[in-house]
């Protein structure tokens, strides 16, 4: 099972009001859709080092993690086949993000209760990202 991590980076970690969007540039058969920053842990790698390196690399950003956005299966978040990803919520420490790798554009969406977030939901993501992105809307700002 390959295990991908990724960033929910918002501008707070106390009170959140804005989420991080990426959009891929690579392969062609997800150019153009709106993810999660992060990527593929390596082996004998903790999951939280890979996605610090992660954004180092595709952003050029230090963070720092806040808690994991909770998967409905203990492995993470279902990808495509086998792989599973898992998805904290992260804070910028230093730097400005820029899309380094991967990504031919950054997007600081809206966050807020009652619609406001649904810019976000508009985005077209990776089908694998959208109930990780409805997810994080629920817990960031329930109803």
Do not use: C, N, Y
């Not at 009652?114 to 994080?136: Q, R, Y």
Request: glycine letters at 8%.
């Amino acid at each position: 099972m390959a295990l991908i991590v990724g960033a929910a980076l918002v501008d707070s970690l106390i009170h959140p009001t804005r989420l991080l969007a990426a959009r891929r540039s690579a392969p062609e058969s997800l150019a153009g859709l709106w993810e999660f920053p992060g990527g593929k842990v390596e082996p004998a790698e903790a999951p939280e080092a890979a996605l610090l390196r992660e954004l180092r690399e595709e952003l050029g950003v230090e963070a720092v993690l806040g808690p994991e956005l909770l998967a409905p299966e203990a492995v993470g978040w279902p990808l495509a086949g086998e792989a599973r990803m898992r998805v904290w919520f992260a804070q910028i420490l230093k730097g400005a993000p820029e899309p380094l790798q991967d990504h031919d554009e950054l997007r600081w969406m809206r966050l807020g209760s009652a619609g406001a977030s649904e810019g976000v939901l508009e985005l077209p993501w990776i089908p694998a990202d959208l109930p990780i992105v409805t997810e994080l809307l629920r817990v960031s700002h329930p109803r």
